[in-house]
């Protein structure tokens, strides 16, 4: 498309009927443009296995309108075939390499015993000539080699004791063939039909046949089952001579796409017009070749449906069910709504996919024990455990808990003898004057079923009569004059807010409460000590208010008023406008520590040394989580009164990376192993661990079996 304007003897621009008597050049003239490509895929090939999950593929080429292989950028990448997808056939019953293990008589179902009395090979029955016990047996053939013209099977071929063991003394000459002949059918071959009509009457023009590949019989196939390089051409030039110039076709301009998006067409008017710019008839320019009237036209990406890959199979086991991701994709990277899509082409988001078959479990018992008593009530115990279909004990997860037996059950035997057990009296509590005796008495049950009496503590109810006394008076004779200090109760604090003292009476006294002087100094209790009285006190209750009330900007330890109590509280950060709360561990860095374990056990399944912690165990140290941190002080959120765990300010991280306070874990083994730190399998429970600081709680759940 040109701008063609009328101008004056100047150049300058003006009306169009000061050119009226001019013939009027043409604003647009025809272009050729090639031909968007589109993709052709071939036939999908068969499965890469003939047992089991295997793959197809096939072939994807861009192609031209008129089915000629073109360079893959004239296609929309974004609408390219798959060129593989997933297979499944039916379970495989393959023949066992392992030596050690016998392999199924029959694997099968239509192999049978030759009864002939020569035993000659069968090979449609798949067993051979017996020789000496030992057999040929043969597998299913496998698919032919080629699609046409001929090929070759194949098919495995082993020898066999009579219990299914591989064996290597087979009679050779009898062995059945391992591969043989099939035929396919003859290959495709090209076809072509006659010359169309040219489709110019001169200038040079174009005419074309059909040419396709196809059985004798008429069956049709994709060009790529053809010899694709000896394919007869399907067009060529005609008409070449020149045409006349008295008139020429001239076209409009195109109108606008036929679709909002996708692929349309775009349309235009084309007429026949002589130099001097007059419509002419259509006929007077038929030996000229006529612009295209319609072409086509992308308006812009229609939404289209994505899928992405097939997710694992819902059991281990038997029929269950895979699921992918369904979206409507318009773009490159933007998914929309739904509804935007065409909801009947909406692929599949879900399948069937078929394991292996399930194994089968049942509980299983062994024989009750004695009674745990030989009178009485008692109990008995018996081992319940899960078992497979060959009584090996496996997790009792597999097995209905609904169903499980008893363990244990109560059982009655004739009643229980009680009787008083006294011991020795102990030596008298004082040397000289009045004190008491002790000795231990006790109700105890007879075991008479054994060959000697056996005595197990009892309530004192069961024991007939009144119990013995197990205290008694002695007297010693009359006591020396000795002296003690004795001291009084405290009195109050010294004063009602804040820190005081306080005073008691202490006096050395006689044995008779006679004053005396015979008492030791050096053992003299204290008088006085010092009291905290925060009743009715202005004391600050944060280290915030320390700073403010005290003017204070020095970090330390500092009495503050929390929930009514008197803490010593340390202050950090004192010259900052927000100074936090610490509490000092009494027990410091040595033992306030979390710690995420390293090592990972190859095989997690086992819990080898009873959990215990060995670095010659057979682990990896890979463990990205793993981390070992001290900590002398922890931070506390006064208006939560919770530890805040994740404060490391205190704390020294000595290993790996940083492990809040108060946390444990650890990726050893996914067995019930008994160690202290966190299980990765989530059959192992959490406990309840408290941090406790002067009437401050601070309840945290931590993973694990113990704090």
């Known amino acids: ?308 890959g097939w997710g694992q199979c819902s059991v281990s086991c038997g029929r269950g069910v895979q699921q992918r991701s369904v979206f409507c994709h318009i773009g490159t990277h933007k998914t929309t709504r739904e509804t935007e899509c065409n909801q009947s082409s909406r692929p599949a988001s879900e399948q069937e996919c078929q394991m292996a078959d399930c194994a089968t479990y049942s509980w299983e018992m062994e024989d009750w024990q004695d009674c745990s008593k030989t009178c009485g009530e008692g109990s008995r115990y018996r081992k319940v455990f899960c078992a497979d279909q060959n009584t090996q004990e496996a997790d009792s997860l597999n097995c209905d808990p609904n169903k499980r037996p008893t363990e244990i059950e109560a059982c009655n035997l004739p009643p229980c003898e009680y009787i008083w057990i006294t011991g020795d009296w102990s030596e008298c509590s004082v040397t000289c004057g009045k004190g008491y005796k002790q000795r231990l008495v006790s109700c105890s049950e007879i075991y008479t079923g054994k060959d000697h009496y056996e005595y197990g503590y009892q309530n004192t109810v069961n024991c007939p009569g009144t119990q013995p006394p197990n205290v008694q008076s002695c007297y010693l004779g009359e006591c020396p004059v000795l002296a003690s200090w004795r001291v009084g109760n405290w009195g109050s604090c010294s004063v009602s807010c804040g820190i005081g003292v306080m005073h008691r009476s202490v006096q050395c006294l006689t044995n008779n409460d006679q004053p005396s002087t015979l008492c030791l100094e050096d053992l003299k209790p204290g008088e006085r000590r010092r009291c905290h009285n925060i009743h009715d006190c202005e004391l600050p209750m944060s280290c915030k208010e320390v700073k403010q009330l005290k003017t204070i900007s020095e970090d330390g330890e500092y009495y503050l008023k929390v929930k009514g109590r008197l803490l010593k509280i340390y202050c950090a950060g004192m010259e900052s406008d927000r100074p936090k709360e610490y509490v000092t561990l009494v027990k410091g860095e040595a033992e306030n520590f979390s710690e995420v374990y390293s090592y990972r056990l190859h095989n997690p399944t086992e819990c080898p040394y009873n959990g215990s912690r060995r670095e010659d165990c057979q682990c990896r140290k890979d463990y990205t989580a793993a981390g070992f941190t001290t900590f002398s002080k922890v931070r506390l959120d006064l208006n939560a009164m919770q530890i805040i765990t994740t404060d490391l300010q205190f704390a020294q991280t000595l290993d790996g990376r940083p492990v809040p306070f108060a946390t444990a874990g650890d990726c050893y083994s996914a067995a019930k192993c008994p160690q202290v730190t966190q299980q990765c399998s989530p059959n192992h429970g959490s406990i309840l661990c408290a941090n406790r600081y002067e009437g401050l709680e601070q309840l945290k759940t931590l993973p694990g079996r113990s704090c």
């Open 1 to 308: 498309m040109r701008y063609v304007s009328c101008r004056d003897d100047q150049g300058s621009v003006a009306d169009e009927a000061a050119c009226f008597q001019l013939p009027k050049p043409s604003a647009t003239e025809a272009c050729t443009v090639t031909p968007c490509g589109q993709w052709k895929a071939a036939e999908w090939t068969s499965c890469s296995v003939t047992c089991g999950q295997g793959k197809v593929t096939r072939q994807v080429v861009c192609v031209d309108y008129s089915d000629q292989i073109v360079d893959r950028s004239e296609c929309d990448v974004e609408d390219i075939p798959a060129t593989e997808q997933e297979c499944s056939m039916p379970s495989c019953q393959q023949i066992n390499p392992d030596y050690n293990r016998p392999i199924h008589p029959f694997p099968y179902p239509d192999y049978r015993q030759n009864n002939n009395q020569g035993g000659n090979l069968n090979q449609n029955q798949g067993r051979g000539h017996v020789h000496g016990g030992n057999q040929w047996r043969t597998g299913p053939w496998g698919a032919c080699s080629s699609t046409c013209a001929g090929g070759f099977q194949r098919r495995v071929v082993v020898c066999q004791d009579e219990n299914g063991y591989t064996a290597s003394n087979c009679d050779a000459r009898t062995k059945p063939d391992e591969q043989r002949s099939c035929e396919s059918g003859p290959c495709p071959q090209w076809a072509y039909g006659s010359w169309g009509e040219c489709t110019k009457p001169c200038g040079g023009g174009t005419r074309t046949r059909l040419v396709v590949c196809q059985h004798p019989n008429g069956e049709r196939f994709t060009d790529l089952s053809c010899e694709i390089l000896d394919k007869p051409p399907d067009r060529e030039q005609c008409n070449m001579q020149d045409c006349s110039q008295d008139a020429a076709w001239n076209s409009g301009p195109w109108s606008s796409c036929s679709v909002s998006c996708g692929r349309g067409q775009k349309y235009r008017d084309v007429y026949c017009m002589s130099k001097d710019g007059k419509h002419l008839e259509n006929n007077l320019c038929k030996q000229l070749a006529k612009p295209n009237v319609q072409r086509k036209c992308r308006g812009g990406r229609c939404p289209k449906w994505k899928t992405g």
